[in-house]
């Protein structure tokens, strides 16, 4: 008889867990980025082998589409002090349309409405109101133009599991080398893994580039913790899909080539943007799709990815794709090999 308790492996939050030895958090990058190891795992055989990212042209064929999120890494994160002298952060998450941004702030507790956090000289952050989750609305006074004050005083919003302060370099390596779209508060860390040189061979190989946007909030770091997936309350994220790549991927489709996600990022965008039929149209909005088992994937094909924390909504989107039992197989075996985790980690790809 079937226990009342019994459920579908990966169905439930608790499902994700795995040990981690705190040595295999990333807390910098290698010095070269396409250095990292790439662990692939064949849905097909269940095979699960050890290359380098580098590899990576050998295995995307000429016809396919590599998809990549163009979306920035914003300099996010703004310290500063209260008016009694004590310090106090806000992290912008997004811009309003009446000029205000919605934003997390710390110490919560303190920073109520009509409060001000003092950044530098002519560059404040009043607290408007508290949204519902908690966030707050801010608004910005600054002396000068408002982007240039952000980009000047502003910090890159390392993850919390990166236990330093920014760097100089993480201005340049926590960005992809095709960001140029800002309104990121976290890189889609897949991608740090690629140069120049590796876009280069793989235009060489024919493999076809298309650019996705996908604005990475503060959400993607939000722990799922509730013991049903269903009941976790995704953040909104802004995403993009030109006309031009939507022209292109129905032409990979109809040829009958594979689309590459680099990244759970351009995943999302693309199963936001995809139609019921499987093709694709100029789309743009918000999106809180939450992919997890089950799940038909209608956009994507293959996968390149990091390794992600547990009970994340981002592991569980891996396994709806690869399957849960081969995906903790998978990471079972990343631990055990010593590869490194999360954004400035090692990366796997689902074939």
Do not use: C
């Amino acid at each position: 008889m079937t226990s009342p308790d019994a459920h579908a492996r990966g169905t439930r939050t608790s499902d994700y867990d795995f040990e981690l030895p705190p040595s295999q958090i990333a807390q910098l990058p290698l010095p070269e980025r396409d250095a990292s190891r790439l662990l692939t795992v064949d849905r097909a055989t269940g095979e699960i082998a050890h290359r380098m990212f580098s590899d990576l042209p050998v295995l995307i064929a000429p016809g396919d589409a590599l998809v990549l999120n163009t979306t920035k890494v914003m300099r996010a994160r703004l310290l500063g002090t209260r008016d009694s002298g004590a310090p106090a952060e806000v992290l912008l998450l997004r811009s309003l349309a009446d000029g205000t941004w919605e934003a997390m702030v710390s110490p919560g507790g303190k920073l109520r409405p009509g409060r001000v956090v003092h950044i530098a000289e002519g560059f404040d952050a009043e607290i408007v109101s508290i949204t519902e989750r908690r966030t707050r609305i801010v608004r910005l006074l600054a002396g000068g133009d408002e982007g240039a004050m952000i980009e000047r005083h502003g910090h890159i919003p390392l993850p919390p599991y990166i236990s330093r302060a920014d760097t100089r370099a993480d201005a340049e390596r926590y960005q992809t080398v095709y960001a140029r779209n800002s309104g990121s508060v976290a890189a889609p860390t897949a991608g740090l893994h690629m140069t120049d040189a590796l876009l280069g061979q793989l235009d060489a190989r024919g493999v076809r580039r298309v650019d996705v946007v996908l604005h990475v909030g503060a959400g993607t770091f939000k722990p799922v913790d509730v013991e049903d997936p269903a009941e976790h309350s995704m953040h909104e994220e802004s995403y993009e899909l030109s006309a031009e790549s939507a022209r292109t991927l129905n032409h990979i489709r109809e040829t009958g080539n594979r689309i590459w996600a680099l990244g759970t990022t351009s995943a999302r965008a693309l199963e936001s943007a995809v139609r019921a039929d499987g093709t694709f149209a100029e789309a743009r909005g918000e999106t809180r799709l939450f992919v997890r088992p089950p799940y038909t994937f209608r956009g994507v094909d293959k996968l390149i990815t990091n390794f992600h924390l547990p009970r994340s909504t981002l592991l569980m989107l891996v396994a709806a794709l690869a399957g849960y039992e081969l995906t903790m197989r998978a990471y079972g075996e990343a631990v055990d090999a010593g590869y490194r985790f999360y954004s400035y980690g090692d990366a796997m790809a689902i074939l």
